[in-house]
């Protein structure tokens, strides 16, 4: 394997070195989102039964109790429970700008590796490529044949550049979307239970003030 590495030329590096970061990445991601994903639709059965019983800061704890992003604004909404429907709508809207943040974190990091790793590759391409036609000139001034083993150490070179970059860059494009589609989930459920959260406390307050 290091001796490919080292016929691959200077660009391998570089390439080992963005498919260490994008699994890296991958790996953090994953378990991040593992870990924010919850049962949304249970969690906003409990709250909001909570919540017509009154008990508020029960909701509160239920919040805290909870991990990831959902609960968090959630919490944010109970909060402002005695303010009116705009107020706590935009405390809401307050903390999932706070959140999102958080599950795109390294995504853009990602998306760029899965860009310039083949572009790395073709580096490699060309760099090797230009070696093997140096040889050849080299060859032709000195009035010498060109033997098709002087070219091969060029062409191993072209090759490996390139087939270390596609390597590199299609698993980590297809971690990236999956990855993406699991935000896109996530931020879904985060505004279905916003929304539940606002209407409910705003039945409350018009109950109060009828």
Known sequence: MWELVQK???????????????????????????????????????????????????????????????????????????RSKAEIREAVEEAAQLEIPRLERHMSVLATIAHIAPLLGLVGTVTGMIK?????????????????????????????????GLSVAIPTYVAYNYLASQIDSLVYDMEKSATDLVNILSSRRDTYEV
């Open 132 to 164: 093997s036609f140096q040889i050849i000139q080299q060859k032709a001034m000195s009035m010498v044949p060109v033997n098709p083993g002087d070219l091969a150490a060029g062409i191993w070179e072209a090759l490996l550049a390139t087939l270390a």
């Open 8 to 82: 691959g030329g200077p660009m391998m590096y570089l390439i080992i070195f963005c498919s260490i970061i994008a699994f890296g990445i991958v790996i953090e991601r994953i378990y991040h989102l593992n870990k924010a994903r919850i049962d949304s639709n249970k969690f906003m059965d409990d709250i909001i039964n909570v919540l017509k019983r009154n008990k508020v800061i029960e909701a509160i704890e239920m919040c805290n109790s909870t991990p990831g992003p959902i609960a968090h604004i959630i919490k944010a909404g109970i909060l402002k429970h005695d």
